[in-house]
């Protein structure tokens, strides 16, 4: 079998002196298939103690037990603007103490959101070689497609994650860039068609 050391992902970034570097970045679902028993030093950090800061204590629990729950029905419900009123009031304290909000009865339909779920489990579910394959990489194109950006240093604590990354909005944004997986073959469609959903209730907000 072989090992996970094998596997990463270039990342390029400017040093102090504005030189160009390239980090070569360990493929966390790499890690993760071998199994490990400590954290790799690169994904190592301390945080200082927050008892009172409560994004840092949300973080370890359920996300819905703590954010505020937004009901898009009550914010479209024109004709009760008492029900319009309290979401609006609960949309600005997520907005302002937490900068996130859960959002329900949104009406995007469970299809096109399983659709999402299954294209990026598909993609995920390739091996790392298939993945490189399929759509090009942060090096190839700036900001876009499959491994690691934000890299800044050889010493800077990385998060666990591997990241595949497009814009679907504009239309034509990405027009002659290879940032769109082409395994599966359905997954730019349900992405755009998540996301044009989602601008729906971007624009009721």
Do not use: C
């Amino acid at each position: 079998m072989e090992s996970s050391d094998n596997f990463f992902h270039e990342a390029s970034y400017l040093d102090q002196e504005g030189q160009s570097r390239t980090s070569k970045v360990p493929v966390v679902q790499e890690i993760a298939r071998r199994g490990i028993k400590h954290l790799p030093k690169r994904f190592a950090r301390m945080h200082p103690q927050h008892d009172h800061d409560p994004v840092t204590s949300f973080l370890a629990d359920d996300v819905s037990e703590f954010l505020p729950s937004i009901s898009m029905a009550n914010l479209r419900a024109r004709f009760k603007p008492e029900d319009r009123a309290q979401e609006l009031a609960k949309l600005a304290n997520g907005a302002g103490a937490w900068g996130m909000f859960v959002i329900k009865d949104h009406g995007v339909t469970w299809s096109v959101l399983q659709g999402v779920r299954d294209v990026v489990k598909e993609f995920f579910g390739l091996s790392f070689e298939e993945k490189k394959a399929s759509v090009g990489s942060y090096v190839s194109v700036d900001n876009m497609g499959y491994g690691r950006n934000f890299v800044k240093s050889e010493d800077q604590p990385l998060d666990w994650i591997d990241r595949v990354t497009m814009k679907a909005a504009p239309a034509g944004a990405t027009q002659g860039l290879h940032v769109w997986p082409q395994r599966p073959a359905n997954f730019r469609h349900a992405i755009e068609q998540y996301v044009a959903e989602a601008r729906s209730i971007l624009n009721d907000l």
